[in-house]
């Protein structure tokens, strides 16, 4: 499969292809559906491998409404050494698009601190791999703030759990939610196809931001959720008997979509 995408690029550098490793996919694009679909059949027959083209995946993401905190106690005995950490944990929201912040207020020697990374390992690898629907988690700060340990049973493996079921179970208490990836696109079409262009937007969740005009175009400026842009081009060209065209810019914005408790 790769051998024969990276040939078929070579041979026309309009089709264009990439794995992305967040969703799992292999994601091909090129001049429109036609181009994809005689791609697909010269990578079946010339290449001898058999797929299957579907939607692309949406990278949503996942954070918090509410302040939350968790106290989880992990502990383990087979026989020989075992295992003990116990790791209490705070977490709040943040300001959008500033990311994930791991803090430590311990106090006292309840906790050595060179357990420190280990509980924060585990709280990256909760982040990445999502709490809720599998997505990474964005905008939260936590806040290790105590704990307890053992003198012979406490490790780093013990404090990497417990750090990723305490920031979990504290997680799934904030009121957690999935954001939607939202894409600014500019539409530009004959004034006669200006009512339909605006209600198909509407359809799909848009928010219309602004119209104008320009070189007999009326030009429509909008906020689309990205799974609503799923084949848009082919509806855009049906509507306007193909005398329209779109810019799709990147998605600089992200809405709550789905608030849950549970996943």
Excluded at 19 to 25: A, K, M, R, T, Y
Excluded at 90 to 117: A, M, W, Y
Aim: aromatic share 8%; proline share 5%; glycine share 8%.
């Amino acid at each position: 499969m790769a051998s024969g995408l990276a040939a078929l690029h070579e041979e026309d550098p309009t089709f264009l292809f990439h794995v992305d490793s967040e969703l799992h996919q292999t994601v091909i694009s090129g001049q429109g559906e036609l181009h994809l679909r005689v791609v697909a059949e010269r990578l079946k027959h010339r290449f001898k491998v058999d797929f299957e083209m579907i939607e692309p995946r949406i990278p949503y993401r996942e954070t918090i409404h509410a302040p939350a905190d968790s106290k989880y106690r992990h502990k383990k005995q087979t026989g020989g050494a075992g295992q003990f950490a116990e790791v209490w944990m705070k977490i709040e929201p943040k300001e959008r698009n500033t990311g994930v912040e791991f803090t430590q207020t311990l106090t006292g020697q309840n906790v050595d601190r060179s357990f420190v990374p280990s509980v924060e390992k585990g709280v990256n690898s909760a982040c990445i791999e999502g709490v809720i629907a599998g997505y990474r988690v964005v905008d939260v700060k936590i806040d290790f703030y105590d704990g307890k340990m053992h003198p012979v049973d406490s490790k780093d493996i013990a404090f990497q759990i417990a750090g990723k079921a305490a920031f979990k179970e504290a997680f799934l208490k904030a009121r957690p939610c999935l954001l939607e990836p939202i894409y600014e696109i500019e539409v530009r079409a004959p004034e006669d196809c200006l009512g339909a262009v605006m209600g198909d937007l509407s359809s799909r969740r848009g928010r219309i931001m602004g119209t104008d005009s320009a070189d007999g175009y009326s030009i429509v400026k909008a906020t689309v959720p990205q799974k609503e842009l799923y084949k848009y081009a082919s509806v855009l060209r049906s509507l306007t008997g193909g005398r329209a065209f779109t810019q799709r810019g990147s998605a600089t914005t992200r809405k709550c979509r789905v608030n849950t408790s549970r996943p």
